[in-house]
């Protein structure tokens, strides 16, 4: 099949450059030239290709410029030409993004950049060509890819399909090609403030870095410690405290304030006690943090690069919730995901409804591995925490009494089929209040009882779904600027009322469960969350491969 394709091209080109076709005799010769390219593309040209990959390009550069219409796309007779020098541009400074230039034949390219024969030319136009598709490829959809990763690295509904036709034709005939080159990232604060940040750590990595804090006995305000001075020069170095190094070992006020930030922006409790938690965050080392927000801006480039005008963005690993309107953080909130055996999924979504005092569906697996045990012990478990339990899933279920029932001859399978539904009521799972957006994975957000659990620093406590510290101003975040007035009192009278009651959004609010390990904030402070899925290892690997 390739070889047809190449012969017909070849066809082709002879055709086209027949006697008196008009061509000028070095445009004649560039024009042979790419076909012979198209035609042999040698293997020195590919050498980093493997071979059913080597056959893959040949068969996709042919296509590109058949369809282009055989001629060169960033070169002419007279060199490279104004898009060339753009696209270049673009692809040497592609570290800013956490991008790799070698990968994108920066070396290659520059060899040939003067290049005066026929030959010279052709390959530098076609090794453009092929570096654009790939950091398009890139910047679209994210490196990881196209590099194989497991598939729990990336976002559950995984990565879209890449054309590269229609975005070369779109760049060579794009007015301005910079503006268009800017437009395959992501265009959001998150991802633009992330970038920001990369050049201000590789220039302390440059410098140095930070000291090393010894380990050793907790501080609190006030002590004296001889690792003060160091400290202080440690946030000193990365912005915490704005007045100069000291080399007085009193853990003073100014510090308290710096170190109770450093815990913030690092997931920690802030309550300025230096413990072994803290010194271990302030020894993660500014090569570390590099490598840390090249992966986040990865992750952001497997999510939709315009998040949307109003939107809720939930970070899993930073146990937060946001409500954003035009760029703007207008909700901020604590909320509680998965553990590691139920890790929360990573997807997108449109909420499309408020349930007050909802009913919770007991799930098969928590049926299965928690209340059939809990039943066997106590047959008053159901009753005692008003579960009502019925013969099957369907909708003509008959309700059962638990009572009834020897659970101790119950199997795994059988319990599985049950239905189990808690009541709505402060005993509920599932508090007053929950938000659908439906999904194949039966994760929604909604309330809960358990208000202790928001108090500790690191919240992996539930099955899937992500439970709200304050659920009651998601739902006036996402009601607000209807025709309807909603504020919190309305939400409160219907919740007093007992009764169960569906909402429907006037329009629909997309929901991005995201995994961001380093994330900006509104002000565009930068934090570093505890990975606690271990992803970042394993995109590590996949990222930084020697």
């Known amino acids: 099949m390739l070889n047809t394709l ?24 560039l024009n042979l030239a790419l076909c012979d390219r198209l035609e042999q593309c040698s293997t020195d040209f590919f050498d980093h290709q493997t071979d059913n ?35 270049f541009s673009v692809l040497k400074k592609s570290a800013e ?15 040939l950049w003067n290049g005066k024969t026929p030959e010279e030319l052709i390959e530098l136009d076609t090794l453009l060509t092929l570096s654009f598709i790939m950091y398009a490829h890139d910047a679209q959809n994210g490196r990881v890819s196209s590099e194989r990763p497991k598939p729990v690295l990336i976002k559950s509904e995984g990565v879209p399909v890449f054309d590269e036709l229609p ?51 907790t501080i609190h305000p006030g002590e004296q410690d001889s690792r003060i001075p160091t400290i202080w020069k440690r946030l000193w170095i990365e912005g915490f405290i704005q007045s100069a190094e000291t080399d007085i070992p009193v853990y003073d006020e100014a510090l308290v304030q710096a170190v109770r930030q450093f815990q913030l922006r690092h997931g920690l409790t802030s309550d300025g006690v230096i413990g072994k938690g803290t010194i271990t965050a302030m020894n993660i080392s500014v090569e570390n943090k590099i490598k840390k927000i090249i992966l986040n801006l990865e992750r952001w480039r497997w999510e939709a690069h315009d998040l949307g005008k109003k939107y809720v963005l939930v970070d899993v690993a930073g146990f937060t919730l946001e409500g954003i309107v035009d760029d703007a953080v207008i ?48 047959p008053h478990y159901l009753n005692s925490n008003h579960i009502r339990l019925f013969s099957d899933r369907t909708s003509e279920a008959r309700e059962l009494n638990s009572l009834s029932i020897n659970w101790k001859k119950v199997s795994l399978k059988k319990m599985g089929q049950f239905k189990l539904r808690q009541d709505p009521g402060k005993w509920n799972a599932l508090g007053a209040i929950k938000f659908i ?18 108090q500790r620093s690191k919240r992996d406590f539930s099955h899937g779904c992500i439970r ?25 009278e219907l919740i007093n009322t007992g009764k169960r009651a569906i909402i429907q959004l006037p329009t629909t609010i997309p929901v991005h469960i995201t995994y961001q390990t380093v994330k900006s904030d509104q002000n565009g402070g930068i934090s570093f969350y505890t990975d606690i899925y271990d992803r970042d290892q394993q995109l590590e690997q996949t990222l930084f491969k020697e």
């Not at 993004?97 to 060899?111: A, C, F, H, M, W």
């Not at 395959?184 to 000291?211: E, F, V």
């Not at 999904?439 to 928001?454: G, I, K, R």
Request: a neutral charge.
């Open 437 to 454: 957006f439906p999904n194949t994975y039966n994760v929604y957000m909604h309330d809960t009882p358990a208000q202790s659990l928001f």
């Open 97 to 111: 993004d956490g991008l790799v230039p070698e990968k994108y034949n920066v070396q290659r390219i520059t060899s």
């Open 468 to 492: 709200l510290s304050s659920p009651l101003k998601l739902a006036e975040f996402l009601l607000a600027g209807g025709e309807e007035e909603w504020p919190i009192d309305r939400f409160k």
């Open 6 to 29: 190449l012969s017909i091209l070849f066809l082709l080109c002879t055709l086209l450059l027949s006697p008196g076709t008009g061509f000028a005799l070095t445009a004649e010769k």
């Open 53 to 87: 990959e080597f056959n893959n390009i040949r068969r996709r550069l042919a296509d590109i410029y058949t369809q282009m219409g055989l001629q060169p796309l960033w070169i002419s007779k007279d060199g490279p030409g104004e898009k060339a020098e753009i696209l």
């Open 331 to 378: 909700l901020e909130m604590d909320v509680i995901v998965g553990t590691q055996e139920h890790k929360t999924p990573l997807f997108t979504d449109q909420i499309q409804y408020i349930d007050i005092n909802p009913y919770w569906n007991v799930p098969p697996s928590i049926a299965r591995n928690e209340m059939l045990g809990e039943l066997i012990k106590n």
């Open 167 to 217: 975005l070369v034709k779109s760049a060579i005939s794009s007015p301005d090609l910079n503006q268009f080159l800017t437009s395959l990232l992501p265009s959001h604060k998150y991802y633009k403030n992330l970038r920001a940040a990369l050049p201000h750590y590789r220039n302390l990595a440059a410098t140095g870095g930070w000291p090393f804090i010894a380990s050793g006995k």
